[in-house]
């Protein structure tokens, strides 16, 4: 027997259905919504850079988009609930362009009812009493995007039975009592009935726009009255926070990105890919579980005021089961200039031959004072301006080659990765970009002359991101330098932002192209030099992201060359290889990567016996502890006797608390280009011309 007996399908579909009903018809579309979405239909057939057709193709796609927004784990709809409204397959074009949505909200409507009386089920549940002898072979599939649609509620009420009983042995894994498991699931699935009961107009057709702008591209989205402000403030950098970039995973809230310089980032406790499942503010004991909550509202309970502490309940990157979650706290804080400024240091390197320097200036983001600039201050703050001043102090110290550290910097300013290319070449173009009639404007370095022509190297990963990698595409196709890491993001498209009657739209309008004619778009910038890296590009990246642009080519421009590092990969790639095995911590990064890799395609399901979860998650444990202890005892470190998050300020040793991970890509980036030095004497060592 089943250890959570079915209560009956009359709980969830007779009496509650009724109440959720009359709850759900008063959401109705409005004329200025009828309005708007016809506006949006004009916008993405005659402003979008793709040559947008709203015809039944496109139809086809929108439809089954809505569907996976609705209901992309297959829980709530069933297979006639979907059937019901297939004829939208053939009709959302007319819905957009005619302003026709009634059948739109009632499908919303229709999946508002489910996921209301499902809630209420899973009330009834914990009010009747759940079992937690977990002695059984079930199994919880983790991935159903492709499962087909139930076609019983008996099947749908098998499925909920696994996952109440998931979440329960969740919970009791990470050490709650049966009282704090009742307890705590209780909040959540009322806090998630409670805030289903309080839907709005404006919610269902933010559902509707997202499915009709996201069948386009991942980069064009309609923003409410609501969320336009909500822009607005972050574009005016005065938004208060922890500088973390969000965004929807299934029924989880990923972080996307961290800022350079907030209050995240500064505090290392939150990673890209990150899972936030609980918001708590520091005066308050309980914390608001965010499953399945919308993006904004979690937004919104993240935000906060400056010197207040905002606390997340984080499951990490690497975890393959959501039972390994943990608290963690940040201080919200403004984003200060001075925080993202370019910095510079000096590498010492020791061979045969004696004591080797490189410099390595970290470029966060590329920043302009806007203001200052505008108003024609001569001292205004600016990434080159920055950089330039680096790179004078460190020729000032004679090294003998530059890294320049984009990693994770998402972008910035595009006049700043133009003039700052403009230091290390004399002239030239820098990008291409086409708008959406084909037109093609070429932007370049227009001063003569270089601040630096010595050995350049560029150290990317793959949250480098738009302008980071215009200008890392540049140095690659001028033969300018090297660039080492991994495959950055992707994004090569540029966004612009539109007022409608009701809402704005952000429309994707343009795309960046290399000088060599070749996209940054889809497959970003390919390293000359791979490193391992722990970021799963499936769950980062454009090309993770659905209906993303492909991947093309132009024409390339005329421009000079200024060496070919090429003939020299070979032998750089073999040193490196050698240095790396030979260097604990980036073996570390290398078997890591591939121990995440390994484990996230082995379990795509999670065992229900709590035996069996305990002995799954122990063997990961044991993995993990015996890669760090690997690289302990190559460093001569205390080797440890359990595994500890790297992260947890209270259990790791300060002295090593910082992540190898960034440490050793930076020194091997420096051997690597102190390298090229020696082998291309044709470079002249901190010269200006």
């Not at 009359?22 to 979008?48: C, G």
């Not at 709650?176 to 404006?202: C, F, H, I, K």
């Not at 991101?465 to 080492?484: H, K, N, P, T, W």
């Not at 795509?604 to 993990?624: C, D, G, I, K, P």
Request: no cysteine; charged share 30%; net charge negative.
């Amino acid at each position: 027997m089943s250890l959570f007996a079915t209560l009956g399908r009359s709980i969830a579909l007779t009496g509650l259905l009724l109440v959720a009903t009359t709850a759900s018809a008063q959401l109705q579309p409005t004329d200025s919504q009828r309005q708007a979405a016809m506006e949006v239909a004009e916008s993405m057939r005659y402003s979008h850079y793709a040559d947008v057709e709203l015809d039944d193709e496109w139809s086809r796609q929108a439809f089954e988009r809505l569907l996976d927004i609705l209901d992309g784990q297959r829980a709530y709809l069933l297979h006639d609930d979907v059937e019901r409204f297939r004829n939208l397959e053939t009709r959302m074009d007319d819905a957009i362009l005619e302003g026709e949505l009634t059948q739109i909200f009632d499908l919303y409507s229709l999946h508002h009812e489910r996921a209301e009386s499902r809630l209420e089920w899973l009330l009834a549940k914990l009010d009747q009493g759940i079992d937690y002898d977990f002695d059984t072979d079930a199994r919880l599939d983790l991935e159903r995007d492709d499962a087909p649609w139930a076609q019983t509620h008996a099947e749908l009420d098998e499925l909920w039975n696994k996952r109440l009983m998931n979440a329960a042995l969740t919970q009791e894994i990470s050490g709650q009592d049966a009282e704090q498991v009742e307890t705590n699931l209780r909040q959540r699935y009322e806090g998630q009935l409670s805030r289903l009961e309080q839907t709005e107009t404006e919610d269902v057709f933010g559902l509707f726009m997202a499915a009709v702008t996201g069948s386009i591209d991942p980069h064009s989205e309609y923003l409410s009255p609501r969320q336009g402000e909500s822009f607005d403030i972050q574009m005016r950098l005065s938004l208060e926070g922890i500088g973390a970039l969000l965004q929807s995973d299934g029924e989880y809230v990923k972080v996307a990105s961290l800022v350079p310089g907030g209050p995240a980032e500064q505090s290392g406790v939150l990673e890209p890919a990150d899972r936030i499942v609980a918001v708590g503010q520091e005066d308050e004991e309980e914390m608001v579980n965010v499953v399945g909550m919308r993006l904004d509202n979690v937004v919104d309970l993240i935000r906060g005021p400056k010197g207040s502490v905002v606390r997340l309940d984080v499951v990490p990157a690497q975890a393959v089961d959501m039972t390994r979650s943990k608290v963690v706290e940040i201080t919200r804080d403004t984003v200060d200039l001075e925080d993202q400024a370019a910095q510079g240091e000096v590498i010492e390197i020791e061979r045969d031959d004696g004591v080797h320097r490189i410099g390595a200036i970290k470029i966060p983001t590329f920043y302009v004072d806007f203001e200052a600039w505008q108003a024609g201050e001569e001292e205004y703050r600016s990434t080159t301006r920055d950089v330039a001043r680096e790179i004078e102090r460190l020729q000032e110290e004679g090294v003998e080659g530059i890294v320049l550290d984009l990693r994770s910097n998402g972008g910035g300013a595009l006049q700043e990765a133009n003039s700052l290319i403009g230091l290390f070449i004399d002239r030239g173009p820098t990008v291409q970009v086409r708008d959406a009639r084909g037109r093609i404007s070429l932007y370049g370095d227009t001063e003569a002359g270089t601040l630096y022509d010595g050995p350049l190297g560029v150290l990317v990963n793959r949250l480098s991101a738009s302008a980071s990698e215009i200008f890392a595409g540049a140095i690659q196709d001028y033969g300018r330098g090297l660039v080492f890491g991994t495959s950055t993001f992707g994004k090569g498209t540029v966004q612009t932002l539109n007022d409608l009657s009701h809402g704005e739209i952000k429309l994707t309008r343009a795309k960046f192209y290399r000088i060599s004619g070749e996209s940054t778009q889809h497959r970003g910038v390919e390293p000359d030099i791979a490193f391992p890296s722990l970021v799963d590009p499936e769950q980062i990246g454009e090309s993770s992201l659905d209906n993303a642009l492909e991947w093309d080519t132009v024409r390339p421009v005329q421009y000079r060359t200024y060496g070919d590092p090429d003939q020299y990969l070979s032998t750089l790639e073999e040193r490196h290889l050698q240095r790396a095995d030979e260097l604990p911590n980036f073996r570390y990064l290398e078997d890591q990567a591939a121990l995440v890799r390994r484990m996230r395609e082995q379990h795509t399901s999670v065992s229900l016996n709590r035996e069996m979860r305990q002995q799954e998650l122990e063997a990961q444990e044991a993995e993990q502890l015996a890669l760090e202890n690997e690289r302990r005892i190559a460093l001569g470190l205390d080797t440890l006797d359990e595994w500890i998050d790297a992260r947890d300020e209270d259990e790791v040793d300060p002295e090593e608390r910082e992540e190898p991970v960034e440490e050793v890509q930076v020194l091997e980036a420096a051997h690597i280009l102190l390298d090229f030095a020696q082998l291309d004497g044709d470079y002249r060592l901190a010269g200006r011309q």
